[in-house]
């Protein structure tokens, strides 16, 4: 029988390294895996990840510091409903694949998309986004939400504190529906970002009111 004689937490690796003594004096290590910490986001229960756990943290470095968490999106929870309307996969998806080259970052290929393996999401957006949905009574597609610091450098235009890149913003549209769209997402996000732009409407949780033409 082997008898523990102490514990360190790595907490950067996400194991916990059990030393133990044999009756032979020999040591011997265990490593048990680290408590998970999950977050409630709509209709998913989704785990909180730190950037250091990731094979590219540096990617997921929020500059506003807004506490927004990193979360983990699992292949198999890409089509499931985050709220009646809208699918994890929405917020996850990678537009633009070609602004990763380069990175190393971890993604999921899926029915013919590439998804991030890990994002930012403020719990607060996809409820939001579906009381806009619901005003509105028809589809709306997101453009864009997430978007890591090369993918945000490699953007057009894009400031350096985007909040795609603390997720709390997400570009809207729907084809019919612009102008309509504008001014209820104006409503809507009065503690927000709101942005007009020929082909769709940024909005954000950012926590002020702030409004601009693209």
């Not at 250091?52 to 968490?69: A, C, F, W």
């Not at 996809?126 to 890591?148: S, V």
């Amino acid at each position: 029988m082997e008898t523990a004689i102490s514990r360190r937490e790595l907490l950067g690796g996400g194991l916990a390294t059990v030393v133990a003594i044999s009756p032979f004096g020999r040591l011997a290590l265990a490593e048990e895996p680290r408590k998970r910490d999950y977050i409630q986001i709509g209709n998913l229960q989704l785990e909180v990840i730190n950037p250091s756990d990731t094979q590219t943290p540096n990617e997921y470095v929020d500059p506003s510091n807004t506490g927004t968490p990193l979360i983990k999106v699992p292949r198999n929870l890409i089509d499931e409903n985050i709220t009646e309307n809208f699918n994890l996969g929405e917020f996850a998806r990678v537009h633009d694949p070609k602004k990763l080259r380069g990175t190393g970052m971890e993604v999921h290929s899926h029915k013919g998309g590439i998804y991030y393996a890990f994002i930012r999401l403020d719990p607060k957006l996809p409820g939001e986004l579906q009381t806009l949905r619901d005003a509105l009574g028809h589809p709306i597609e997101i453009n864009c939400h997430y978007r890591p610091i090369t993918y945000n450098r490699r953007t057009k235009k894009s400031s350096p504190k985007s909040r795609h890149i603390s997720g709390q913003a997400a570009d809207i549209a729907s084809h019919g529906f612009q102008a309509v769209l504008y001014r209820l997402a104006d409503k809507q996000f009065a503690n927000g970002g709101v942005g007009r732009y020929e082909t769709f409407t940024h909005v954000d949780t950012r926590g002020d009111n702030k409004r601009w033409n693209g």
